[in-house]
């Protein structure tokens, strides 16, 4: 499985992105397809996924960030950013028990 991730980039506050993760998978036939981010010197944090047909996302990003998918790639939209929001964004995909991952792309906010 390869999930090649794009969209980062330098943002002011309040500004917007949109991240895709291109998978070789149809990602209707995963079990789960989630956004995860990474500060340095701080644990990988999920931030968005999808399992079963319903979305979850982290309190912090709730109604701001918005998970979806098609069959060949999952996106994360994501508005209002802030400060905060400054990390590697990486993509995610569970298959059974095994877990994929893309490279990161960075996303960095400024003030």
């Known amino acids: 499985v390869q999930l090649q991730a794009s969209g980062g980039g330098s943002v002011q506050a309040g500004g917007s992105l949109r991240l895709s993760c291109v998978s070789s998978r149809n990602l209707f036939s995963v079990n789960a397809v989630g956004w995860h981010r990474q500060v340095p010197g701080k644990q990988r944090e999920l931030v968005a996924y999808?399992?079963?047909?319903s979305t979850n996302y982290v309190d912090s990003v709730k109604g701001r960030f918005t998970i979806s998918r098609d069959n060949a790639a999952a996106y994360l939209q994501m508005n209002s950013l802030k400060p905060e929001d400054t990390a590697v964004y990486y993509c995610?995909?569970?298959?059974?028990?095994?877990?994929?991952w893309g490279q990161g792309t960075q996303v960095t906010v400024s003030s």
């Open positions: 995610n995909i569970r298959i059974g028990w095994d877990s994929y």
């Open positions: 999808i399992s079963g047909g």
